[in-house]
């Protein structure tokens, strides 16, 4: 089952973070066992971006830095008259998202991390945005 959690994006921005940037560092789950529930928490992995509603996935294609064994990908942002921007928060090990409109007075973001060998993302990456 997917869910997708609508934040303003001030309330994400206010969280600090060590490593997410705009993006919540961390997301709790409820997990429930033949041993009983508990709670983890699932740490971010990626984002995207969508010009309207995610929904219509018309996600926006980052560019991809020089070194193919990093994760380096830059955004920039630019909206035509009354187009908003989405962003949604991934997370390892979960569907569950992190969905905001970002501020007209974003105009770019820059993704950056450790990728493995398979080019799977490790760890929390960093996000940045201006």
Sequence with gaps: MR?????????????????AGPCP???PDDVNTS???FQVEHKFRYV???????KDQADLAPDDGPNPGKLE????????????????????GTDKTVT???PPS????????EMDAHGDVVGS?????K
């Design 100 to 102: 905001s409109l970002l």
């Design 35 to 37: 041993h009983g529930s």
């Design 125 to 129: 990456p960093t996000l940045e945005c």
């Design 25 to 27: 560092a961390s997301i």
């Design 3 to 19: 869910m997708i959690l609508l934040v303003p994006l001030g309330l994400a921005l206010g969280m600090v973070s060590a490593h």
């Design 73 to 92: 990908q830059h955004w920039e942002l630019t909206r035509g008259p009354g187009e908003k921007i989405a962003m949604v928060c991934r997370y390892h």
């Design 106 to 113: 974003v105009k770019s973001c820059t993704l950056t991390g």
């Design 48 to 54: 995207s971006f969508y010009v309207g509603d995610p």
